[in-house]
């Protein structure tokens, strides 16, 4: 189906309108052999069009794409070469992929396995994640092998996280300007839990939301999963417009107010210290309550690393008290 989603029917095959409906304007403008090759190797890598699937017969294709069928007789040809289909007499051309390459999903710009058309090393877009540095995690589990006889006799089961692992956490909090105590930790399995956790423990359904746009797309999906009511506050190139925000949360009173002030994804803006006195004040004046998310705060380059937002409290409370 079109609209980046992957093609995959009960049958396994791609009618030839369908095909034609993923295809780029301008190939369909100027049909040519090795630019229509080209749009369908793009289109197996980046998964839109499932593999094993069976594609169109040439005459088909040629027809909806308005090219001859020496056109596409050449496409498929490059791309039975290059590895992309195979083709069997009678059962009709299918889609595969070269040896040790694999799709790597619709928002990837590199080929796949992490290789480029070239076939040298690429970057897999598709993963907002690296590898661990050559040797480190054998250094880690070493390290942590002697401890095991240890584990192995206790139950194993933390609801709130390794007690060394919530000790660190908190003493990385206090290093950075917010003195906290391990008891105050929840180690959860990422940034998305802790946020889903959050919003059902201080939210019910029909409760009204504040985040900035743009944002996190997968916090907003978590609002929508628990019937929130969301509003908005926008972030520019500029940052953020700080009468606006607290305009709008002194008109919707919000129960929740979601923000990432550091390195904000997606713009990378960070928010001023002085903007983050007043974004403290204003939701502490509407009773809302403020979920910070400082999943990308060490990503500081070219400046310091900002404390927590948190750290600032007590400094509000001094002001507005």
């Avoid at 369908?18 to 369909?28: G, M």
């Avoid at 008109?251 to 990432?260: C, D, F, G, K």
């Amino acid at each position: 189906m079109a609209n980046g989603r992957v093609v995959q029917t009960a049958d396994r095959t791609i009618g030839s309108r369908q095909l034609a409906a993923l295809l780029p304007a301008e190939v369909l403008a100027r049909p040519g052999y090795r630019s229509l090759a080209d749009a369908l190797r793009t289109l197996i890598l980046d998964g839109r069009i499932a593999l094993h699937v069976r594609l169109p017969a040439e005459r088909e294709l040629a027809e909806a794409v308005g090219a001859s069928r020496a056109t596409v007789t050449g496409a498929y040809d490059l791309l039975r070469e290059s590895g992309y289909v195979r083709s069997r007499r009678g059962s009709g051309t299918w889609t595969e992929l070269p040896d040790g390459h694999r799709p790597v999903g619709a928002h990837a710009l590199v080929g796949a396995g992490g290789h480029g058309a070239d076939g040298e090393p690429g970057i897999d877009l598709a993963i907002a994640a690296m590898g661990a540095p050559e040797g480190l995690l054998a250094d880690a589990v070493a390290r942590a092998a002697p401890r095991l006889p240890e584990a192995a006799r206790t139950p194993g089961y933390h609801p709130f996280g390794l007690p060394d692992l919530r000790e660190a956490v908190a003493e990385r909090f206090t290093r950075r300007g917010l003195p906290t105590r391990p008891e105050q930790i929840l180690v959860t399995s990422g940034a998305q839990q802790a946020f889903s956790l959050v919003v059902s423990l201080l939210c019910r359904p029909g409760d009204r939301v504040v985040t900035e746009n743009p944002t996190y797309a997968n916090a907003l999906d978590a609002l929508r999963h628990a019937r929130l009511r969301t509003g908005s506050i926008a972030v520019s190139d500029a940052g953020w417009d700080m009468e606006i925000a607290e305009s709008t949360l002194r008109q919707t009173v919000p129960r929740l107010a979601y923000v990432i002030p550091d390195f904000h994804n997606p713009t990378g803006a960070l928010m001023p210290e002085e903007q983050r006195l007043r974004l403290l004040a204003a939701t502490r004046r509407t009773g809302t309550w403020l979920v910070v998310d400082e999943t990308i705060a060490d990503i500081a380059l070219d400046v310091p690393a900002p404390a927590p937002l948190a750290s600032l409290a007590r400094a509000v409370a001094r002001t507005t008290w």
